[in-house]
């Protein structure tokens, strides 16, 4: 799938917001399930769980982030966000959109990955 910065890039400092976007590729049946989460990876530590959101727009969010980050599905079908507030040099990472899409045999029941967008928070 396709990943982007809103204008602004992905460099800001402490206290600072960044929304990232991704938009899931190819053509999606309108009766299979998209699954959608975000993935982060920082230097020298291994890759973590940040959130998910649902076809049905539930969330999920690990604690470290929970009350900054918002995932929300968009507009646009297949796209979602995740708007990322009050970051911190912690938050410093390369960040991934996963894509999951089943709910029937005619749904591809693939998993894919962005190839990732650096965001970087300076103190």
């Known amino acids: 799938q396709v990943q982007w910065v809103e204008p602004g890039g992905g460099s800001v400092r402490a206290g600072g917001s960044v929304r990232l976007s991704c938009a899931a590729s190819?053509?999606?049946?309108?009766?299979?399930?998209?699954?959608m989460s975000w993935y982060r990876q920082a230097p020298g530590q291994e890759r973590e769980f940040v959130s998910a959101?649902?076809?049905?727009?539930?969330?999920t969010y690990a604690d470290s982030v929970k009350g900054r980050f918002t995932a929300s599905r968009g507009n646009v079908k297949n796209t979602a966000y995740l708007q990322m507030n009050s970051l911190t040099p912690e938050d410093t990472a390369i960040y991934y959109c996963?894509?999951?899409?089943?709910?029937?045999?005619?749904?591809?029941?693939?998993?894919?990955w962005g190839h990732g967008i650096q965001v970087t928070v300076s103190s």
């Open positions: 190819g053509t999606i049946s309108d009766s299979c399930v998209l699954d």
């Open positions: 959101i649902n076809s049905d727009g539930s969330t």
């Open positions: 996963q894509t999951f899409v089943h709910g029937g045999w005619w749904c591809s029941g693939k998993t894919t």
